[in-house]
């Protein structure tokens, strides 16, 4: 059957699905054909996210679980974990003999940062941390996989002490829409998705500078701290970092619109941010 001659996909275009094929081939793929399908179609049709629908969403060639009221991992977060196993990846490479190094997934969500990392950097250990209950429990089923453990609490205070000095890594997805622009979100978003997961007060940076100010008393020296963040935010979020003792960078991705300040943390007494625009 062509697409043009497929009901399924007619009827995703017309609830204004963009890629009503592939939606049709990876519900089929979930539920087959009959009446499980016509359940997921309509499920998608009335506006629901399809992963979501799906019980997962594909992340950096991973299928990570997800359930509803659980962040949804966006593919511009793939630079987020990228940067992160390549940090994680280094420093590994530069005490070989010590122990594994330790890389917090913080404002979690589903864990998709962390078991990316953890994917591509294989001893790691990894840590996972978010103030929503049913995040963490999700969470668990994406990082135990790879040996990760999950927290439940408000930002560091989710941590084992243990780790307080120890982590080289910490990739932090704080919430950074602004309270006013949530309204304009795509429904899927500001429909489905946890307000919490969202919101990051009224200019989008108030979970951003909290990561910052209390990030460096977990960190090793020369340990990083990296924020997905938004472009017209980068300088304000690098800034932030280097007010709390951080040489700053700003990484961007055009490709899939990902935008991450990396922070190398060495206390400055006088912190001036290094801004390269890549």
Request: aromatic share 4%; with cysteine.
């Amino acid at each position: 059957m062509t697409d043009e001659g497929d009901p399924l996909v007619a009827r995703l275009r017309a609830a204004g699905c963009v890629f009503a094929e592939d939606e049709a081939r990876l519900l089929r793929e979930a539920a087959g054909s009959g009446p499980q399908l016509e359940a997921l179609a309509d499920r998608r049709m009335a506006g629901e996210p399809l992963e979501y629908v799906l019980g997962w969403a594909e992340f950096l060639g991973l299928r990570i679980a997800v359930e509803a009221g659980v962040f949804v991992p966006r593919r511009r977060s793939e630079l987020l974990a990228r940067e992160a196993a390549a940090l994680a990846a280094a420093s590994r490479r530069a005490d070989d003999a010590g122990a594994p190094p330790v890389v917090v997934d913080l404002c979690c969500g589903s864990g998709a940062v962390g078991a990316a990392v953890a994917s591509a950097v294989p001893g790691i250990e990894l840590h996972a941390a978010d103030v929503d209950p049913l995040a963490v429990a999700v969470a668990r089923r994406n990082v135990e996989p790879f040996g990760g453990r999950a927290h439940e609490g408000d930002l560091f205070a989710a941590l084992p002490q243990s780790l307080r000095g120890r982590v080289g890594v910490i990739a932090a997805n704080a919430p950074y829409v602004p309270s006013a622009a949530i309204a304009l979100m795509p429904p899927e978003a500001r429909d489905y998705e946890p307000l919490a997961a969202l919101d990051g007060g009224a200019d989008g940076l108030d979970i951003q500078r909290r990561v910052a100010a209390g990030a460096g008393e977990w960190l090793v020296p020369r340990g990083h701290v990296l924020i997905e963040t938004s472009k017209q935010q980068s300088a304000v979020t690098a800034a932030l970092l280097a007010e709390a003792g951080f040489r700053t960078r700003i990484v961007r991705d055009p490709e899939i619109g990902g935008t991450v300040v990396i922070g190398e943390w060495e206390a400055l007494s006088d912190p001036t941010p290094t801004i390269p625009f890549l």
